[in-house]
């Protein structure tokens, strides 16, 4: 009698579960296995990361309440030249039409019947209607929800109008270079309508699927696009920012917590613009290790070659003595002004097991949102306080200077903001 003496019942493990105790075990074991090797997914919306939190108010509204209280300072031209991300290939099946916002544009982009994609602007020039709302792929053209006028992808011409005996010879709709390479459609972007100046090269274990694809992760960035690059050539930023473990997350009021202090990272990097014919280019190699309590841990030694191509895309080379080779592909895509969309993707070798590419693109997530949280809160200086060691940044600029012309769109700087 009593709490002591009472006799507890087995609650479902009697005779009768004991079966179907190994058909859970197994089950446990099929759905952890296949969390190992399921790709890695994380996506974070604009306002999600990158701000600290404010008394009283939720995370999307200390998010907005930072962004109108913000100064961006005096700012490039906010679409450089070049070629962007779409979107994957694979999210643009045969006959797909698919609406795009990027560079302060409404696009569409649409796979023909043969295989062909093609991007051309949103809006019919007919009357207005958005291409991507309900129009349909007809062979190789977009048929307009509207009235049914066919626009050829390849140069935009009208080719069909339902009730019209003759189609104009001026009716079409513009149409954006485009490309398929590693599994990525990406659109040329020049302020002045010129044709592209250069090819994105491909990887090749991607396209012979030596490498495999591990994950992925999506961040919104509110801050210039020149910002994010730019760290490529600020070394000094490096032990700072980075140096701290991984464990401490990606909070900067926590990163630097004496709990982790035990364990440092440790960076060497160096960075460089290529020669021609590839001035386009610039390159950084960064050799990385792991201290714990001061003692150096090589199973984490890791070297990086990475190689900017442009102004929005990165393929960062990870070489390891014992866990194989993989890259990550870092695409940046304006959206608007001061609005970027950050999208990593991981390849790496097929027979190694999918966990360590997955914590390798874990640990460049922590590490990436600790600079959103600079990017997002932050000024543009057009003329910096440097020191002698703060030279690469300057480099830097001129480099990237290349990707702006003359007739670059700006934005024009106001008291109470930006007015775009």
């Known amino acids: 009698s009593g709490w002591c003496g009472a006799e507890l019942p087995a609650a479902g493990l009697g005779r009768g579960a004991l079966p179907f105790l190994p058909l859970l075990f197994l089950l446990l074991l099929v759905l952890l296995l296949w969390g190992c090797w399921r790709p890695l997914a994380l996506r974070r919306g604009p306002g999600q990361v990158g701000y600290l939190p404010a008394p009283g108010l939720s995370r999307g509204q200390a998010a907005r309440l930072a962004r109108r209280a913000r100064r961006p300072g005096a700012l490039p031209p906010p679409f450089p030249n070049g070629w962007y991300r779409l979107l994957d290939s694979a999210q643009l099946p045969r006959r797909a039409v698919r609406s795009l916002a990027l560079l302060g544009e409404q696009l569409v982009?649409?796979?023909?019947?043969?295989?062909?994609?093609?991007?051309?602007?949103?809006?019919?020039?007919?009357?207005?209607?958005?291409?991507?709302?309900?129009?349909?792929?007809?062979?190789?053209?977009?048929?307009?929800?509207?009235?049914?006028?066919?626009?050829?992808?390849?140069?935009?011409?009208?080719?069909?109008?339902?009730?019209?005996?003759?189609?104009?010879?001026?009716?079409?709709?513009?149409?954006?270079?485009?490309?398929?390479?590693?599994?990525?459609?990406?659109?040329?972007?020049?302020?002045?309508?010129?044709?592209?100046?250069?090819?994105?090269?491909?990887?090749?274990?991607?396209?012979?699927?030596?490498?495999?694809?591990?994950?992925?992760?999506?961040?919104?960035?509110?801050?210039?696009?020149?910002?994010?690059?730019?760290?490529?050539?600020?070394?000094?930023?490096?032990?700072?920012?980075?140096?701290?473990?991984?464990?401490?997350?990606?909070?900067?009021?926590?990163?630097?917590?004496?709990?982790?202090?035990?364990?440092?990272?440790?960076?060497?990097?160096?960075?460089?613009?290529?020669?021609?014919?590839?001035?386009?280019?610039?390159?950084?190699?960064?050799?990385?290790?792991?201290?714990?309590?001061?003692?150096?841990?090589?199973?984490?030694?890791?070297?990086?070659?990475?190689?900017?191509?442009?102004?929005?895309?990165?393929?960062?080379?990870?070489?390891?003595?014992?866990?194989?080779?993989?890259?990550?592909?870092?695409?940046?895509?304006?959206?608007?002004?001061?609005?970027?969309?950050?999208?990593h993707k991981i390849y790496y070798q097929k027979n190694v097991p999918a966990i360590i590419p997955k914590f390798i693109l874990r640990a460049e997530c922590i590490q990436f949102e600790r600079d959103v949280t600079i990017w997002n809160n932050k000024q543009h200086l057009s003329k910096p306080l440097l020191v002698k060691e703060d030279s690469g940044i300057q480099k830097h600029r001129r480099w990237y200077a290349q990707f702006y012309s003359q007739k670059s769109r700006r934005l024009p700087v106001q008291k109470e903001g930006l007015d775009w």
């Open 109 to 343: 982009a649409f796979r023909s019947e043969d295989g062909q994609a093609y991007v051309v602007d949103a809006y019919c020039p007919h009357l207005g209607a958005n291409l991507a709302a309900g129009g349909r792929v007809m062979g190789s053209c977009i048929e307009c929800p509207f009235h049914g006028w066919q626009f050829r992808g390849e140069d935009g011409k009208c080719t069909h109008i339902p009730y019209a005996d003759k189609v104009p010879d001026f009716a079409r709709v513009q149409t954006w270079p485009c490309c398929e390479v590693n599994g990525m459609l990406l659109v040329w972007y020049h302020c002045e309508g010129d044709a592209p100046a250069w090819a994105v090269p491909e990887q090749r274990e991607i396209t012979t699927k030596e490498w495999v694809f591990r994950g992925q992760t999506e961040h919104f960035v509110n801050a210039h696009i020149q910002e994010i690059p730019e760290n490529a050539a600020d070394m000094a930023h490096l032990a700072f920012l980075h140096g701290p473990a991984i464990l401490g997350g990606s909070d900067l009021r926590y990163t630097r917590c004496r709990l982790w202090d035990f364990m440092k990272h440790i960076w060497k990097a160096e960075w460089r613009p290529e020669p021609e014919p590839n001035e386009h280019c610039s390159h950084m190699l960064v050799q990385h290790s792991v201290t714990i309590f001061g003692k150096h841990f090589s199973l984490m030694d890791l070297t990086v070659s990475a190689r900017q191509v442009g102004p929005g895309l990165v393929f960062l080379l990870f070489k390891h003595a014992f866990l194989g080779h993989g890259i990550i592909l870092q695409t940046v895509t304006p959206v608007e002004p001061l609005l970027q969309k950050v999208v």
